[in-house]
């Protein structure tokens, strides 16, 4: 049906948006449970993806988000459509807005963004959190917290299921981060069990696609980004650490189920596939049809060896599983970095976080 096909405006050519709007008014026709929804972070990587489902079922979207590292470009495709706002709002400020659900994305989420201001990062993971449960509280909303696989640190299990407390080092450089969705989900917890507050927590693991951040720092976007431009794949080690990337469709197709499900207590939402990383090297260059060499460079310090979740409980409780083929999301991950290359000066963006403020480790695969 049209709900379930995928359209991805960030790759579609818009015409201005109307073919698009007129397409959504047509869904809203149709007799729904339409909802009114705050997606904070909504202009983001993930928060836009999410933002066109929900608009494309027919619900009601409010996009609240500080464009720290979102831009109003990901969304800008909705803006005017009677069912649409953006507002410019900073979660760490209190926000009073009427709806019946809270999708709580705000928060850096790659490396270089969150350890730029690892106080900022804080304060929107803990403040901005209870801002956010207050607000649930105060309208009877139901609240999903973004939460992320780093929750379970430097793991010492493979894979990780949700019965696992972790390992963390809670004054490390991740630290503000992993600590920040930790106390996060402390949070949740407290609101549901003290105020009756209806929460649910997903752990998402690596995610990629189109929106993705250039500077992200994780090998999908390095890989792609080198490629493209002809410059060499750097594989740190001998590229046999293995990743497993999930393509972003299926994780906006999860948050919204786990969303509407009965269970409140932690769900994985990951792709289990592992692919070495010399794996994603050949590939990625293989799609590109890149001139690119493979180098190696010597072994990053601490980095993890293996990653992936163990999604056995979203499988048997949601019914939910990825299901886009690695080649298919890489294919339109690299549609969309061409494109957002062929706007930078010179076709040229060498990937390069802002400067940190602290002193930088050695790259390693996130
Ligand atoms: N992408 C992944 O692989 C991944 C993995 C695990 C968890 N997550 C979580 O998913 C969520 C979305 O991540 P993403 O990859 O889309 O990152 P993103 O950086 O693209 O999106 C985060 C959004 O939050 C906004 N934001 C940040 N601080 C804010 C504040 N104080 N007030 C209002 N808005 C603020 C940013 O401007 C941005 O639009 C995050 O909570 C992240 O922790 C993502
Ligand atoms: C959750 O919903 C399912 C199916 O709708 C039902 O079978 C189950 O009992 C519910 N569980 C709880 C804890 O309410
Ligand atoms: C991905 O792109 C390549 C090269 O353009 C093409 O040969 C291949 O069929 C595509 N694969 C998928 C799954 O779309």
Same mark, same amino acid.
């Given at each position: ?56 079922? &027919?619900? +009601? =979207?409010? /996009?609240?988000?500080? *464009?720290? %590292?979102?831009?109003? $470009? ?121 105020? &009756?507050? +209806? =929460?649910? /927590?997903?752990?998402? *693991?690596? %995610?990629?696609?189109? $929106? ?155």
């Amino acid at each position: 049906s049209m709900n379930e096909a995928i359209i991805d405006f960030s790759i579609a050519a818009t015409h201005g948006g109307s073919i698009l709007l007129s397409e959504v008014n047509y869904l809203n026709s149709k007799p729904l449970d339409r909802k009114r929804i705050l997606i904070t972070g909504g202009a983001g990587f993930v928060g836009s993806h999410l933002t066109d489902k929900l608009m494309m079922d &027919g619900h +009601e =979207v409010t /996009v609240v988000d500080n *464009f720290f %590292t979102g831009r109003k $470009r990901n969304v800008e495709h909705w803006i005017g459509h009677e069912n649409f706002e953006l507002i410019n709002h900073d979660v760490v400020e209190p926000l009073y807005i009427e709806v019946d659900q809270i999708y709580h994305l705000a928060s850096p989420a790659s490396p270089p963004n969150y350890m730029y201001n690892p106080i900022k990062t804080l304060k929107t993971n803990t403040i901005g959190t209870l801002n956010m449960l207050g607000l649930a509280k105060r309208v009877g909303a139901r609240l999903l917290l973004a939460s992320t696989s780093e929750v379970y640190g430097d793991p010492e299990v493979h894979p990780q299921n949700e019965e696992y407390w972790g390992h963390v080092n809670p004054i490390g450089p991740r630290a503000c981060y992993d600590e920040g969705k930790r106390v996060a989900e402390t949070m949740c917890y407290a609101y549901m069990k003290q105020e &009756g507050v +209806e =929460v649910r /927590v997903a752990r998402i *693991f690596n %995610t990629f696609g189109s $929106r993705m951040h250039m500077n992200d720092g994780r090998v999908v976007s390095n890989f792609i980004l080198q490629a493209l431009q002809g410059e060499p794949l750097t594989v740190y080690g001998s590229g046999s650490q293995t990743r497993a990337f999930q393509y972003v469709s299926d994780l906006v197709n999860g948050l919204v189920l786990l969303m509407n499900s009965n269970i409140s207590s932690p769900v994985n939402l990951g792709n289990p596939e592992e692919h070495t990383i010399l794996e994603f090297a050949r590939l990625i260059k293989s799609l590109v049809v890149s001139q690119s060499q493979i180098q190696f460079l010597p072994e990053a310090q601490d980095d993890p060896q293996r990653r992936r979740p163990d999604i056995r409980k979203a499988k048997m409780m949601l019914g939910w599983e990825p299901v886009v083929p690695l080649e298919e999301g890489l294919n339109k991950t690299i549609q969309y970095f061409s494109r957002e290359l062929e706007h930078q000066a010179n076709n040229q963006y060498i990937p390069k976080p802002k400067a940190a403020r602290m002193k930088k480790g050695r790259p390693r695969h996130n």
